[in-house]
């Protein structure tokens, strides 16, 4: 057994190899390295809990089973998903972070003595209040989570659901949580804690339920902080320092990373945790669509017109990671620089279905990180640009975003795209885009429709060169 000294010691050294992983994960040349600590510090602080527990039991030797078998599943899933269902992935693991501290709530509060927190009807204050938030904060992640994974895998729409007086039912249920901790604190009574497991889980559907499609990459975020803050809640509970820090870690960052994003989205960060964004009425303008001009062209067009230009700002979205388009997109962008064309990428905070969902794909490709640009960065160029290669994005280019009060994406800063003098726009149809709003980009008169698969068309445009 490893005394209590050398065990805080390592624990340590987990915490400061967690923090260098998110140091090193705030940059994309870094990203690598800090994935490295955090596998190191994370393989640390589980061999050491392990060996801190001294009583290698028969039932031990099932936990290394199941330990075994998890891993396994999860080095394949990772393995095997691609890059396109990586958001639906993500919301999923969260809830498994959101149900295993639900699971450990259960037992410590089924089994008190076996985690020395005192005997049952009579638990220690301090961990029965413990106990109490991260059962709840998991349970809301657990079912939060669910419902963002199968919005994201389109097994749900994702278009919000609201109802009347949903605001003052969400505001009544969380009174009851504070009100059923507070008397399960007094009483002990175990009716009263299994309902409040039960409304927790009510409560993680109320909050997603009424989010919008083009709001997922905050809520991804959200959840993650949420699944940060169960782990700590439960850290606590087993009195596990490795717990503790890595979920406060994963609980600020994640809040710190949803507060930015909200920034970058012109939405409040507090109805951001209240559920109480993204539900706006959209005003369909899907019968107008058929009586507005639009132009279309093809790979010869474009090319064209791409040859003729002095600068090209691409602006990749969730398009091109469903066609896998960023391998030819660099090898079309390559082919643009040999003749001498400034090319920059654009990229908006939400682009994808999750943040830095296309830096991760730009990568992929080997995309030099100096010509990657945040909207801030960039967005004043697209007045100055030749021409705009939009593969795959929708909403973050809609112009209605700044126009029509009654868009849900109304207020969100968006990329300016319709300020170049040419507007390329790969697109398969002309169907709107994850939030399900009509982009007013298709119909303007700088814009060239290239109705393709966005690796095919980009493959054909460099056949075209």
């Known amino acids: 057994m490893i005394s209590i000294n050398l065990l805080a010691l390592f624990y340590l050294i987990s915490g400061v190899l967690f923090i260098l992983a998110l140091r090193g994960l705030s940059s994309p040349e870094t990203s690598r390295q800090g994935n490295f600590f955090g596998i190191l510090g994370m393989s640390i602080a589980v061999v050491v809990t392990f060996l801190s527990v001294g009583n290698f039991s028969t039932s031990f030797i099932y936990v290394i089973v199941f330990l075994l078998i998890g891993g396994s599943v999860g080095a394949l899933i990772a393995f095997k998903i691609p890059m396109t269902a990586m958001p639906e992935l993500v919301a999923g693991f969260h809830s498994l972070v959101g149900l295993a501290a639900v699971f450990v709530a259960i037992s410590a509060f089924v089994n008190p003595e076996a985690f020395n927190l005192g005997f049952s009807g009579n638990i220690k204050l301090a961990s029965l209040i413990e106990m109490s938030i991260g059962a709840a904060v998991g349970a809301v992640t657990f079912s939060g989570s669910i419902i963002a994974f199968l919005k994201l895998r389109g097994i749900m729409s994702g278009a919000p659901i609201t109802f009347p007086g949903q605001h003052i039912l969400n505001l009544l ?16 009574n175990s009716n009263l804690f299994w309902s409040l497991i039960v409304i927790s889980f009510l409560v993680g559907i109320l909050l997603i339920i009424p989010i919008g499609g083009a709001d997922m990459p905050v809520v991804i975020s959200m959840l993650n902080s949420y699944s940060g803050w169960a782990a700590a809640g439960i850290g606590f509970t087993l009195e596990n320092t490795a717990l503790i820090i890595t979920g406060a870690l994963v609980g600020s960052s994640g809040a710190i990373l949803s507060y930015i994003m909200c920034k970058g989205m012109n939405r409040s960060f507090f109805s951001v945790i209240l559920g109480g964004f993204g539900g706006t009425d959209q005003i369909s303008k899907s019968e107008n669509k058929e009586q507005k001009p639009v132009k279309s062209g093809n790979s010869d067009d474009a090319a064209f017109l791409m040859k003729n230009a002095s600068s090209v700002i691409i602006v990749p979205g969730y398009g091109m ?17 040999k003749n001498g064309i400034k090319v920059s990428y654009a990229i908006h905070p939400v682009a994808g279905r999750m943040p830095g969902h296309m830096n991760v794909l730009l990568a992929e490709a080997n995309v030099p990180y100096d010509e990657v640009f945040e909207l801030e960065e960039i967005n004043n160029d697209f007045a100055n640009c030749d021409v705009a290669y939009v593969i795959g994005a929708n909403d973050v280019t809609n112009p209605v975003a700044k126009t029509d009060p009654q868009s849900p994406i109304y207020g969100m800063p968006i990329l300016d795209v319709e300020k170049a003098k040419s507007v390329l726009f790969v697109k398969r149809s002309l169907s709107p885009g994850y939030a399900g709003v009509d982009n007013d980009l298709f119909y303007r008169e700088n814009t060239l429709m290239l109705f393709a698969d966005a690796k095919k068309m980009t493959e054909d445009i460099i056949k075209s060169f």
């Open 321 to 337: 990671a469903v066609a896998q388009a960023q391998h030819a997109l660099r090898e079309m962008v390559d082919a643009l620089k």
């Open 173 to 188: 249920i969380l009174i009851s949580i504070i009100g059923l901790t507070y008397f399960l604190c007094k009483t002990q």
